[in-house]
């Protein structure tokens, strides 16, 4: 079993950087949560803890105390640079050679990232922050963008941008360490609102029937109380979300079908926009 510490940078009384609306204590848990959302979805063979979960403040040591005692076997600690540059870079410490496991990690994991970000690649580097210093394990920071370039903060406002952004973290983790992908027939009902775990982002391969429903212009809402958040999709699949809802928030019904098997409302957000959500009771309702 391999275990993954995910570190949301900053949080609680540390904001981070800030810019353009944005506070980086947010956007790395949101990043975050996304990452270990993909990778639960997408392979087995792991578990994932985090150093945070919510807005709290987590002194350094105690993040890197937090993945030591639990005898991890990657630490990723993600963060939101600033400074008005722009693009993607991470780190390593600055002690090790570039041969080292921890430096081969992260050339796989660098690899994946930039595949799914179309910004400027700035890098691999290596530094003495203090995460890096006091962890056990193979170590790693990622500065997702900058904060205060509005060019890079207006993708971290896209939900389907950070999507791609935790993306390329799970796609690189698991490649790292060789997780085994779970199948396309998973149960897309039974153990998490996401739905299966086809790694298809399209609808072209998906089984698709029309039920129609007498709830059309009702609200239906999350009751998903997961901290990952219910996710919805721009085109009828059950893979790679376009974002999520939290608890309490939702859209008015369109209509209802089956895709590949299982329920799924069409629904309509304020803008007229048509997006695809789970219809399961267990994960919405309609009011």
Same mark, same amino acid.
């Given at each position: ?166 993306? *390329? ?11 085994? %992908?779970? =199948?396309? #027939?998973? @149960?897309?009902?039974? $153990? ?19 039920? *129609? ?11 998903? %109380?997961? =901290?990952? #958040?219910? @996710?919805?999709?721009? $085109? ?52």
């Amino acid at each position: 079993m391999i275990k993954i510490f995910i570190d949301p940078g900053h949080g609680g009384s540390d904001l981070g950087a800030v810019g353009n609306g944005l506070r980086e204590k947010d956007v790395t848990l949101n990043i975050s949560k996304r990452i270990r959302k993909y990778v639960n979805d997408h392979f087995e063979g792991h578990s994932i803890r985090m150093s945070r979960s919510d807005d709290q403040t987590v002194s350094l040591s105690q993040r890197t105390t937090l993945a030591n005692n639990w005898g991890a076997d990657v630490f990723v600690s993600v963060h939101v640079n600033a400074g008005g540059g722009t693009g993607y870079e991470d780190f390593i410490h600055r002690s090790l050679s570039n041969t080292s496991s921890t430096a081969k990690l992260r050339d796989i994991i660098h690899a994946e990232i930039v595949k799914q970000v179309d910004w400027r690649n700035r890098g691999k580097k290596k530094a003495n922050f203090a995460v890096l210093r006091t962890s056990k394990m193979s170590a790693m920071l990622t500065e997702n963008g900058f904060i205060d370039t509005k060019a890079d903060a207006d993708k971290l406002k896209s939900s389907a941008f950070l999507n791609r952004i935790a993306k *390329g973290h799970g796609e690189g983790i698991a490649k790292a360490f060789n997780l085994k %992908r779970k =199948s396309s #027939g998973s @149960n897309a009902d039974s $153990s998490n609102p996401s739905g299966s775990t086809s790694n298809s982002g399209s609808n072209e391969n998906s089984t698709i029937k029309w039920l *129609g429903t007498d709830q059309k212009g009702r609200r239906v809402e999350s009751i998903y %109380r997961g =901290s990952d #958040g219910l @996710n919805y999709y721009d $085109s009828p699949r059950w893979s790679n979300p376009s974002g999520i809802f939290n608890y309490g928030q939702g859209w008015i019904i369109d209509n209802k079908y089956v895709v590949d098997g299982y329920p799924m409302y069409r629904v309509q957000n304020s803008r007229k926009q048509l997006f695809w959500i789970t219809a399961s009771s267990k994960y919405v309702r309609v009011i």
